[in-house]
């Protein structure tokens, strides 16, 4: 298992989606309470008008306080490791199982399809499985079964489809022979699936990045060449954007 170290040269990536959840919290709560005040304190029905803004003051406060949920940090790289932050748990991979990144395709048919995310190529998917809960297991299945569904559904257009694609089994051999069960299992299948299709046994969210896919990608693909040199790289540019 890897455990996260107070080290200085721990880069750490905050989610663009996770971002302001503070402040649209804080302004869809004051626009609640202003609008209550004003029609309490002014003669007549409520308006359409008024309506509609205390409807977006409410989606604002539900959309502030889901991402005030989120951790703060998404992703935590180190030399020796990548670590992917949930609210249910995390999952994490070491420099020596990681392959290379890119972006999951799947061009079947004529048409090719990019999905919006990272995908990660791993060296041993049995070291990776064995640090997984079956909490953030479970997360995952459901979080990215529509990333997985859109290249099934390219590559099958034709009605061609494996069953087994569409709903994961409970029960996983490896490839060294090692036996799996329950969430763990269903997960490694559909990683297993994933890569038949993509090439790719992990995916990242564009959602759960700090950058877009293209350049993230590129990101790790430097960071598995020299870890440090990359790290230290991108620490000075956040302390220089600080300034």
């Not at 049995?126 to 809960?133: G, H, K």
Request: hydrophobic content about 40%.
């Amino acid at each position: 298992m890897v455990k996260l170290k107070s080290d200085p040269g721990i880069l750490k990536l905050r989610a663009q989606g996770a971002c302001h959840g503070i402040e649209i919290l804080l302004v869809g709560a004051f626009g609640v309470i202003f609008i209550m005040l004003f029609n309490l304190l002014r003669p007549g029905e409520i308006s359409i008008v008024e309506i509609f803004l205390i409807s977006m003051s409410i989606a604002a406060v539900f959309v502030g306080f889901l991402k005030t949920q989120e951790p703060f940090y998404s992703l935590i790289m180190a030399e020796q490791y990548l670590r992917y932050e949930h609210k249910y748990g995390y999952w994490a991979l070491t420099h020596a199982n990681f392959n290379h990144a890119g972006i999951p395709k799947t061009d079947q048919t004529l048409e090719k399809l990019e999905l919006n995310a990272v995908g990660i190529k791993l060296n041993d998917t049995d070291e990776f499985l064995l640090q997984l809960s079956p909490r953030i297991a479970g997360k995952l299945l459901i979080e990215q079964r529509h990333l997985f569904m859109q290249a099934v559904q390219k590559h099958c257009k034709n009605g061609n489809c494996p069953s087994e694609w569409l709903s994961e089994d409970n029960f996983y051999t490896s490839t060294n022979g090692r036996n799996f069960n329950g969430l763990i299992a269903m997960f490694a299948n559909r990683m297993r699936h994933l890569q038949q299709l993509t090439g790719y046994d992990l995916l990242l969210p564009a959602s759960v990045l700090d950058r877009n896919i293209w350049d993230f990608c590129q990101s790790l693909n430097t960071w598995k060449r020299n870890p440090r040199v990359f790290i230290e790289s991108q620490l000075k540019a956040k302390s220089q954007n600080r300034c």
